[in-house]
């Protein structure tokens, strides 16, 4: 899963029961489940059903659908209800996103799409929003969901680092899949402006010497490999190093 920097905790309350009420239970918590086998009265086995299909509300935006539509699901009055316990919309879409990532950060996939869809819903403008949906879309096979939600959230927030950061990566996954070079240009482009824009972006710089690595540009891999290391060993990508000392010894041989 792409997740380019630390989550941002919660600093807001949510000031009302009101809202607790609503949304205190997970939406995982209620998903059915179908059956995956069952026996006949001589022992074979009979006809098993269907998974159950896949909540709306636990999808990205709600699987599609528009504002109108997804408003009904969750309820025109419990809506207008969580928006009165904050100051305004915004502010309750802003806490909903930092509540979706705090999901994330605790592997809880189906509560955090849930708040972000409400982050979404309560402001369709909410860059954070569509980051994280974009990051629950890219444990799709594709990464064409995820790089559609992440575009429309930079163009909300055009100097969005983490955004810039997490759609370069989805890029490079796409050329990763196709090998067609107007991903690998588009990803390099993303990262090299989010590690202008903020050099302290560890992961940004690792993808960024992943894209270097596939342009076959093994002097440039290395320097950001090693940028990357300088500010954050953990996120150090060993898959990385292991090929680029395929291609090139490590000019600094702190690998080897």
């Known amino acids: 899963m792409l997740i380019s920097a630390s989550l941002k905790s919660v600093s807001q309350a949510l000031g009302t029961l009101l809202v607790l009420g609503l949304l205190g239970a997970a939406p995982a918590q209620a998903q059915r489940k179908g059956r995956t086998s069952?026996?006949?009265?001589?022992?074979?086995?009979?006809?098993?059903?269907?998974?159950?299909?896949?909540?709306?509300?636990?999808?990205?935006?709600?699987?599609g659908l528009t504002a109108a539509q997804a408003t009904q699901i969750i309820g025109e009055a419990q809506l207008k209800a969580i928006a009165a316990s904050f100051a305004s919309p915004a502010e309750a879409s802003s806490f909903f996103a930092t509540k979706g990532f705090e999901y994330l950060s605790e592997n809880k996939p189906d509560t955090a799409t849930y708040r972000f869809n409400l982050a979404w819903l309560l402001d369709p403008k909410n860059a954070d929003a569509y980051r994280g949906l974009g990051i629950v879309a890219s444990t799709q096979p594709s990464p064409d969901a995820a790089i559609g939600l992440l575009t429309t959230g930079l163009a909300l927030a055009p100097t969005n680092t983490l955004l810039l950061s997490d759609l370069g990566t989805s890029y490079l996954i796409r050329y990763g899949q196709t090998k067609k070079k107007k991903d690998l240009t588009?990803?390099?482009?993303?990262l090299q402006r989010a590690t202008t824009l903020a050099p302290?972006?560890?992961?940004?710089?690792?993808?960024?010497?992943?894209?270097?690595?596939?342009?076959?540009?093994?002097?440039?891999?290395?320097?950001?490999?090693?940028?990357?290391?300088a500010l954050s060993p953990s996120s150090l990508d060993f898959g990385l190093?292991?090929?680029?000392?395929?291609?090139?010894?490590?000019?600094?041989?702190?690998?080897?």
């Open 38 to 63: 069952a026996a006949n009265s001589d022992g074979s086995l009979a006809a098993t059903s269907a998974p159950a299909p896949r909540a709306a509300r636990l999808q990205p935006l709600f699987g």
């Open 186 to 190: 588009a990803g390099l482009d993303l």
């Open 200 to 229: 302290n972006n560890a992961n940004a710089w690792h993808e960024l010497a992943r894209g270097y690595f596939y342009q076959e540009k093994y002097v440039e891999a290395w320097a950001a490999v090693h940028k990357g290391q």
């Open 241 to 256: 190093v292991s090929d680029l000392l395929a291609k090139q010894p490590d000019p600094q041989g702190t690998f080897k």
